[in-house]
């Protein structure tokens, strides 16, 4: 039995700008129904990968297969309908209005304007829809650009930065949109510096280092690979913190307690004795919370601590 349909195809893909390496030999897939998130420090080359797939730019070396057909071929004309971006930069004609722009840009995908009522209400801009686009806040523009990809229901989306602006209530409308999206076999690629929002609503992490692929693969793998371990914080009384500092010495950093607060550390696979332990121990906690590495983490171990900015 054959697996997902590849959406997203890309072999050791390479893009020279003279003696600059943009992309240096990446090799990515993404299938029908799945998101993965692009992330890496500016200048890692995630815009030049997505200006590949949509075959702005050509490779200098590799095989990139978007949708069955390669983005360099004269063919590819036809595929770019079934593709929806929004890039980082959302830039709009202001004179014109919501509606206007939609009108716009679905003649431009040959696409029929039965559903613009219908992005609008997606995207939660309805009250907006016949004002002037240069009227509207920065969220709101990124909500219009996210109606424009949206346009003919894509069986790819391609989104760079794309909750940029949001307020806290969108940006769960957002993420609301793209399961939707996803549920009905729509390949998502996604790229944002937001990495503690993408944790648990992607599948896959693909983090670019200089141009290279460094890292693919669920975040929990990514975790267990680098041997990240989990922290284990305890809250209790002065005295209790001493009895703990004595029962758990080798794992207590005196500059980890502080108010009434303690941080344990230990490896992934004696997460369960530690707590067991402290469970049997007999001191009366306050409160014990459990502290897994954080997809930040895994990003700095694997960028050098480069930053995603």
Request: hydrophobic fraction near 40%.
């Amino acid at each position: 039995m054959s697996g997902p349909t590849k959406h997203i195809d890309i072999k050791s893909a390479v893009k020279s700008f003279g003696q600059i390496h943009a992309v240096g030999g990446v090799s990515l897939d993404v299938h029908a129904g799945e998101c993965v998130a692009l992330v890496g420090p500016n200048g890692a080359g995630k815009s030049t990968l997505f200006k590949l797939i949509l075959g702005l730019v050509r490779p200098t070396a590799g095989a990139i297969t978007i949708l069955g057909q390669k983005p360099d071929r004269p063919s590819f004309e036809h595929v770019r309908k079934f593709i929806g971006f929004l890039p980082e930069q959302v830039l709009f004609q202001g004179s014109l209005t919501g509606r206007e722009t939609l009108h716009f840009y679905t003649r431009l995908k040959g696409e029929s304007s039965d559903r613009i009522d219908s992005l609008f209400q997606t995207v939660e801009l309805v009250d907006a829809a016949d004002r002037r686009v240069s009227t509207y806040s920065k969220g709101m523009r990124q909500r219009l650009g996210l109606a424009q990809a949206l346009i003919g229901r894509p069986d790819i989306l391609l989104l760079d930065e794309p909750t940029s602006g949001l307020d806290p209530a969108s940006r769960l409308n957002f993420y609301d949109i793209i399961e939707a999206h996803r549920a009905q076999g729509t390949a998502v690629l996604l790229s944002s510096h937001a990495l503690t929002e993408l944790e648990a609503r992607t599948d896959r992490v693909a983090i670019l280092s200089n141009g290279k692929l460094v890292a693919d693969g669920s975040i929990e793998a990514l975790k267990s690979s680098l041997a990240l371990g989990s922290k284990i914080k305890v809250k209790a009384a002065p005295a209790q913190m001493r009895q703990l500092s004595q029962r758990f010495a080798n794992r207590c950093d005196p500059k980890n307690f502080l108010n009434g607060v303690a941080v344990l550390s230990c490896p992934q696979d004696e997460k369960l004795s530690l707590l067991k332990g402290l469970m049997e121990s007999g001191i009366p906690f306050e409160g014990i919370e459990i502290i897994e590495p954080s997809l930040e983490q895994v990003f700095a171990s694997l960028t050098n601590g480069g930053g995603n900015g």
